[in-house]
């Protein structure tokens, strides 16, 4: 049930995030503070500006340069060096902790929903709702389904619900995900 994201509603864009799991793993580390659509472009002007998308390359670059890259407009995010310091941090933890391939997160040694949560929450740059959203994104949209994982990222999970990027599968579900932001944001201001 692999199908191709559609996170950046950009086609080049997101065959990257499609074909490269890094890409996505950077993507969501980028959606903060953001646009999610912006955010997922990132590895993207990445890849055009390294002249492809490479996690080594990515982790090797020299920080200054790097750091120019990715905020020289358009960047990379809206704090373009802040994240090019946490992009190559990320790299580099890849590469130490799954020998280069985002997806042994959720494959190496046959993990469950829970374990793959607690991998997600110890990448830098990743909180609990940011595992739990990516959790569910392997789960909705990469068919990544481990026992226990809608339980483990909780409300993302959900079947039909169009709470986060996990759901986001068009400009129609990502409409409908923009407006249940805006209305738990106002319940939570109401409290």
């Not at 994201?5 to 793993?25: G, I, M, R, V």
């Not at 407009?73 to 190559?88: D, N, V």
């Not at 407006?179 to 109401?190: L, P, S």
Request: glycine fraction near 8%; proline fraction near 4%; aromatic fraction near 8%.
């Amino acid at each position: 049930m692999t199908r191709t994201l559609c996170l950046a509603q950009d086609a080049e864009a997101d065959k990257l995030l499609t074909e490269d799991h890094f890409a996505t793993l950077l993507g969501m580390l980028l959606d903060q503070q953001y646009p999610m659509e912006h955010a997922f472009r990132g590895p993207k002007k990445i890849a055009d500006r390294m002249g492809g998308f490479d996690i080594q390359r990515i982790a090797e670059a020299d920080p200054q340069e790097f750091e120019e890259l990715a905020a020289t407009p358009p960047a990379i995010h809206r704090y373009g060096r802040s994240m090019a310091r946490r992009a190559q941090e990320l790299a580099r933890y890849v590469i130490e902790h799954y020998d280069g391939k985002a997806e042994n997160i959720w494959t190496a040694g046959d993990p469950d929903g829970k374990e793959v949560l607690r991998r997600l929450k110890d990448l830098p740059g990743y909180g609990e709702q940011k595992a739990k959203i990516f959790l569910a994104l392997l789960g909705k949209q990469r068919g990544v389904q481990l026992e226990g994982w809608r339980a483990a990222a909780g409300a993302y999970g959900d079947e039909g619900s169009r709470r986060s990027v996990a759901d986001v599968t068009d400009a129609e579900s990502l409409a409908q995900v923009r407006e249940f932001k805006k209305q738990a944001k106002a319940a939570a201001k109401a409290k």
